[in-house]
């Protein structure tokens, strides 16, 4: 017993001086507040899917958010936290860029135009991505958990007028982003970069659990459900740990799908 003892002190005190693992590249990603890291302290639920991307890649890849709420492509710049990426990109290294959410929005200092400026900052995005070596991989924006009675129309201005509270809830899911959404394709085949439909991913997982066990994916709390949100909250944009959790695996595999290079470093 004395010599086991022995030898796991010997292996634990080994182990303190291993070096840990040096990654061989780092994947950086941008972004808005469905992407971004949270406060996690005292019990609280939200989670962006960015913080919890690391777990479905390999140790040889880091994973470095860099998504912050509220940010659109053009405030993201603008503040200079694009700038503080770009200082850090190496040859090899990857940035995931997903943007929409805000740029929709029609405060100055965040919104762009899709077509336009929305399309003008994703470029300067890639194109300064590849100027210091890296691979950029653009995602659109994921879907907001808004369904409506299917036997009423509503368009997608209607929606980001802020009228959805207004509306039915009903049983078919409603697209909110509208041109925000297809904008990052096309600038995915002008500039030749691998595109990740998140939309069109988070939309068919929404729809598919339906206006009730959807839910479960978002910051959805009936009072009293959660210490940590006593009044509750009744949140259809943000993750909670079940959510996050859920659209960093899908997007990881559609990575998989479409950056063939980096299979080798993502667990299926």
Known sequence: ?????????????????????????????????????????????????????????TDDVLVD???????????????????????????????????????????EDRHTDPGSTFDANLEKFVNETRAKGGHPVLFNCVVRRIFNDSKTAVTDDDLRANSSANLADGDTLVDTHG???????????????????????????????????????????????????PKGRQDNTHYNIIGANVVALLLSQAVYDEVPELRPYIRR
């Open 179 to 229: 041109a925000y959404a297809t904008a990052p394709k096309n600038v995915a085949k002008k500039l030749n970069v691998p595109f990740i439909d998140a939309h069109a991913i988070t939309h068919e997982l929404e729809q598919a659990l339906g206006p009730e066990k959807s839910k479960k994916l978002h910051m959805w709390y009936y009072p009293g459900e959660t210490p940590s949100l």
């Open 65 to 107: 958010n860099h998504a912050v709420n509220g940010r659109s492509s053009k405030s993201f710049i603008n503040e200079g936290r694009w700038q503080k990426v770009l200082d850090k990109i190496q040859p090899g290294d990857y940035v995931f860029i997903q943007f929409g959410h805000n740029d929709e929005k029609p405060k």
């Open 1 to 57: 017993m004395k010599r086991l003892a022995i030898a796991a002190l010997a292996l634990l005190t080994l182990t303190a001086f291993m070096p840990d693992k040096k990654p061989k590249f780092t994947v950086f990603t941008i972004g808005d507040s469905t992407m971004a890291n949270k406060d996690t302290t005292n019990g609280k639920m939200e989670r962006g899917w960015g913080m919890e991307l690391q777990k479905y890649f």
